[in-house]
């Protein structure tokens, strides 16, 4: 959904292009835009200044980083290695520790902003890791994103991820429940939006995602399934921080019942989608809406 976006702009601005994918498919247009095809993780990071990932899950992380073909295999290893997947902070950690005793610097620098923003530059890319390597970086990420911001040493730039996706994941239980009451009301969607964004009630999701959920238009722009991950994340780091986390317990549980229930391939706005009847009903979706 945005890594290919990502290179596309970074060709575009003029960079040289090794990419790597398991479903070599999926690279065409980047291929045909002037891209070079690396048969492996380990070859595409051979001899690199700088070696980007954005995957699905921190198991796909390590297998591209750690793996027995993976970037720190390089026959050259690559000066910085940045990894732009929403993924365990503590996982970033370990790639830094690893990264440093095969002689390069490791950032974690997940992004949020989705196909759109990924698509016009404009993403906010949360980033920890050595200072210097962020300076080195600083360039190639102006050219993905209009807010870079370096959160501090490794694991950082995750840690602040999660916040975002807390943030994203209440939203969207709200904009579930809002969309579900407007329903159930017999008001119009689209005098409730108007009048409830020009307010404090304004959000992205109100602007972006309400409207689609109108139209019945459930395409991802960001897939449920990988919210359930990133909100699995958010528990599993808040059991290590003390703090419960409740509501966050709330929206893994209803992304769950989504992914669960042949979603998972849907945007995040399915969640509202079901809440207001627009989906048919999921089984163990009971916490929005019965």
Not at 11 to 40: E, Q
Not at 158 to 164: D, E, F, M, S, Y
Not at 201 to 219: C, I
């Amino acid at each position: 959904m945005m890594g290919s976006a990502m290179a596309e702009r970074l060709l575009n601005a003029g960079y040289t292009i090794k990419v790597h994918t398991r479903t070599k498919s999926k690279a065409k247009s980047l291929l045909d835009a002037g891209a070079i095809w690396a048969g492996s993780p380990a070859e595409a990071a051979d001899n690199t200044d700088i070696c980007c990932s954005i995957v699905s899950l921190p198991k796909d992380v390590e297998q591209v980083h750690l793996g027995p073909e993976g970037t720190l295999a390089a026959a050259a290893k690559p000066k910085i290695l940045i990894d732009m997947t929403t993924s365990s902070p503590g996982l970033a950690e370990r790639l830094a520790t690893r990264a440093e005793k095969c002689g390069c610097l490791s950032i974690d620098a997940p992004v949020s902003g989705g196909d759109i923003g990924a698509r016009e530059g404009r993403l906010s890319i949360m980033i920890g890791g050595a200072k210097e390597a962020v300076a080195d970086a600083q360039t190639m990420f102006e050219h993905l994103g209009s807010t870079i911001i370096h959160h501090g040493g490794p694991g950082a730039g995750q840690r602040a991820k999660l916040v975002n996706q807390i943030l994203v994941a209440g939203g969207m239980l709200g904009l579930a429940e809002a969309l579900a009451f407007s329903e159930r009301s017999g008001l119009e969607y689209d005098r409730v939006l108007a009048s409830v964004s020009a307010g404090a009630a304004g959000s992205w999701a109100v602007e972006h995602l309400a409207p689609r959920v109108a139209k019945g238009d459930f395409a991802p722009g960001f897939f449920v399934a990988h919210l359930r991950k990133d909100l699995g994340l958010v528990l599993e780091a808040g059991t290590e921080l003390g703090l419960p986390l409740p509501a966050m317990k709330l929206a893994f549980q209803a992304y769950h019942a989504l992914s669960e229930g042949g979603m998972a391939s849907h945007g995040t706005q399915a969640l509202a989608g079901v809440a207001a009847g627009k989906l048919g009903e999921v089984p163990g979706f009971s916490p929005l809406h019965s």
